[in-house]
């Protein structure tokens, strides 16, 4: 009988220690694992050098404002899942644990589209492999020109599932997250602008992406952010249905121009053209495309810029143009005065303008802003602007609409209030006495006027004229008052109309000084009373010897 082959073992290399399949399967999951951190998005993105400023910024509030295509909300929600992951470059910016993330959207669906799938699905950018390592990279357009287009492949999720402990959604299907854990107890919260801000929570980093519904909730999530010194940003197009954005836009540009070490506030612009991943031809389609739509199209969704020429009530008004300067920064002794009122609760503003003796230009020279005003208050602040005036004041104006509003509690208007205030103190104008003249109530009429006294005339200055350093509030209304938008599915519409509730306090008493017309009255030395004053006295002196008869025209006078 022949005998069986015996089978040799394969002989095991020096130092190797025999292992199961399961320790085999679980090696297999390690290795794919460390495979797959290795080309997580966080270690594989290459910022641009803009972009790689905005991550080295340690001001606690941040702008970053670009056209289309040009990087800003990538960078942002980068700078989230830095914070988020607890991975940022820089130590100390974020805590590496047990921190919060509040994300705001214009509505849902800007949420469902942009937010969760940045963050959480991939594409944010593109990777491919490197020919000389081997090892997967960022796409760079220019280095990797002429490979196929099958090499290049969407980056990761800029969350990797692995760190995600439980998410809650508005609406799963349509992409609406509510808040996302993290193992490392970091939390997301999503919101829509929609709605009104929550309040009672703190905040490590607030991120605005793109516009709002309301400006409430830019000084709502600001204070989220003091008790842990938390950080706000905001990426946006150079557009907003509010003037929020230009707020905080003209704040970082003051900032800047105090060239501060550290500055509270800083502003990013990035440029479309400046985007290295958009091919040429394609960047040339698209300035084409803009193009076609005029100049302010391509500096908005190209440069950056805000385009607010187009859209300003008053896009003539400059600050180099319209201001000037006095001697001692005030008002020569002998020019006439005039004051104009728009009462309010909210905001109550005054007004003060003079007239020179040639009658070749309207001087603002004074203003007051009270906000939460009221009759009383009204009176002490008026009162000491009014000491200033050395030949007192000609005629008082007054919003003739809003004066006519009666308190719900006391039934009387704000006009009879303000003139009870100016009779207790003893202020009179000259014209007017403790009352007031109304203002013109045709707004268009009026704006037409005011853009007539903004015209530079061949003498090289307009009629209307500002002092820069006493008038911060009105420069400002002039800068940001802009016509009523419509935003429609077929495009952007601007009206002749102003926006609605917008702050436009002075701006409504430069319109009703304009509709008066104000002219030089030579100084007087007593005060002339109305002739409707001694009329007054009159039918009180012969009240016990008229009998009317007929309408109050007409009366027959009895001699006692």
């Known amino acids: 009988m022949a005998k069986a082959h015996k089978v040799q073992p394969i002989p095991m290399q020096q130092g190797a220690v025999p292992i199961s399949a399961y320790q085999k399967e679980k090696l297999f999951e390690l290795t794919s694992e460390l495979a797959a951190r290795r080309i997580e998005s966080l270690r594989l993105y290459r910022p641009t050098a803009q972009q790689q400023l905005y991550h080295d910024c340690m001001s606690s509030e941040t702008l970053v ?36 993330l509040a994300v705001i959207g214009q509505n849902w669906k800007h949420c469902g589209l942009v937010i969760y799938p940045t963050l959480f699905r991939a594409g944010a950018f593109k990777i491919i492999r490197d020919l000389t ?48 854990v993290l193992h490392n107890g970091w939390e997301l919260n999503v919101f829509s602008s929609e709605g009104d801000p929550p309040q009672g929570f703190a905040l490590n980093r607030c991120h605005i992406d793109e516009d709002l519904n309301s400006e409430i909730w830019i000084p709502e999530m600001q204070a989220r952010l003091a008790d842990r010194q938390g950080r706000f940003s905001w990426s946006a197009m150079p557009h907003s249905k509010n003037d929020a954005l230009l707020g905080l836009s003209e704040r970082a540009d003051q900032e800047a121009s105090l060239n501060k070490p550290a500055p509270l506030i800083q502003k990013f612009v990035l440029r479309f053209l400046d985007n290295p991943h958009i091919l040429d031809i394609e960047k040339q ?42 001697e001692n920064n005030a008002v020569p002794k002998d020019w006439t005065r005039y004051a104009v009122i728009d009462p309010g609760h909210a905001v109550l503003a005054v007004l003060f303008a003079a007239v020179p003796p040639d009658n070749d230009q309207i001087v603002l020279y004074d203003e007051l802003y009270i906000r939460n005003a009221n009759a009383e208050i009204f009176g002490q602040e008026f009162q000491a602007k009014f000491q200033q005036q050395p030949h007192g004041v000609e005629a008082f104006l007054i919003d003739a609409h809003g004066g006519r509003l009666t308190d719900i509690g006391s039934g009387r208007s704000p006009q009879t209030q303000y003139s009870e205030q100016l009779v207790a103190r003893g202020i009179r104008s000259n014209q007017t006495g403790c009352s007031f003249i109304a203002g013109a109530d045709d707004v268009m009429a009026g704006l037409q006027e005011v853009r007539s006294l903004l015209h530079i005339r061949p003498s090289g200055h307009p009629r209307l004229r500002l002092l820069k ?50 002219v030089y009255v030579p100084p ?25 008869l007929s309408p109050a025209s007409y009366s027959y006078t009895f001699d006692a």
Not at 73 to 84: K, T
Not at 145 to 173: F, H
Request: aromatic residues 10%.
């Open 65 to 100: 404002i670009g056209g289309n295509r040009s990087g800003k909300s990538l960078c942002s929600f980068v700078e989230d899942a830095y914070a988020l992951t607890g991975t940022h470059p820089i130590k100390g910016k974020y805590p590496e644990k047990d921190g919060r």
């Open 133 to 180: 390592t081997g090892l997967f990279r960022a796409y760079d357009p220019v280095l990797d020109a002429g490979r196929s287009e099958d090499e290049v492949k969407p980056a990761p999720p800029l969350i990797p599932p692995r760190l995600i402990k439980s998410m809650a959604w508005v609406n799963k299907a349509s992409g609406y997250l509510s808040q996302c």
């Open 285 to 326: 389609k698209m300035l084409a495309r803009w193009s076609a739509q005029g100049v302010d199209m391509v500096r908005q969704r190209s440069e950056g810029e805000f385009t607010l020429d187009s859209v300003q009530v008053y896009p003539s008004f400059s600050v180099w143009a319209h201001t000037m300067s006095l």
């Open 469 to 518: 350093d006493k008038m911060p509030n009105l420069i400002r209304e002039f800068q940001r008052y802009r016509k009523r938008t419509i935003y429609t599915a077929a495009g952007t519409q601007v009206t002749d109309q102003p926006r609605l509730h917008s702050e436009s306090h002075l701006l409504d008493c430069v319109r009703y000084l304009a509709m008066y017309r104000p």
């Open 524 to 548: 007087r030395n007593t005060v002339i009373d109305p002739w409707w004053v001694k009329w007054a006295a009159k039918r009180e002196k012969n009240k016990a010897t008229v009998v009317n």
